[in-house]
């Protein structure tokens, strides 16, 4: 069979969330949580708020600063989440090695180290910047090497 439910694999329902415009102005990125926050919720991915929130922010703060309207977010899920976030500039976005002094310049670096995968493609006006989180995975920051039961291993 060719159904991959009956080849034991489960089934995952797509959905997507959007796009929504967002104003070109410094309250964009709280939007952009606001909606993010409560999607992944009605998804059942409240584990992967806080992480998606962040990225989302990096984002749309990058496309604020370096590219042109329109500012548009959009969510998607099969597998895994992916979040993109969508500007009128045609530049692909790059990554710098910000110095120790440096007050910008780290917004790529972290989504790279938190996402399971980002990267960019051309759209019919501009660009989309986007990541993935897996939605079956640990969230960042928990310590997967230590036993969760009290006490620890024994």
Do not use: Y
Not at 38 to 47: E, F, P, Q
Not at 104 to 126: F, I, N, T
Not at 127 to 143: I, T
């Amino acid at each position: 069979m060719t159904d991959s439910a009956s080849a034991g694999e489960p089934e995952v329902q797509s959905f997507v969330a959007g796009p929504w415009t967002l104003p070109w102005s410094a309250t964009a990125c709280g939007q952009a949580r606001s909606a993010i926050g409560d999607v992944l919720s009605r998804w059942g991915l409240d584990d992967l708020v806080p992480t998606t929130e962040l990225l989302v922010s990096e984002l749309v703060s990058n496309a604020l600063r370096h590219a042109v309207g329109p500012l548009r977010l959009t969510l998607e899920r099969v597998s895994d989440v992916r979040c993109l976030v969508s500007d009128g500039s045609s530049a692909p976005p790059r990554p710098i090695d910000a110095g120790l002094e440096a007050e910008s310049g780290r917004g790529l670096a972290l989504v790279g180290m938190l996402a399971a995968r980002w990267g960019w493609e051309h759209g019919p006006v501009g660009k989309s910047v986007w990541f993935e989180l897996s939605s079956d995975a640990d969230p960042p920051g928990r310590d997967i090497g230590t036993d969760e039961r009290e006490g620890g291993a024994t």
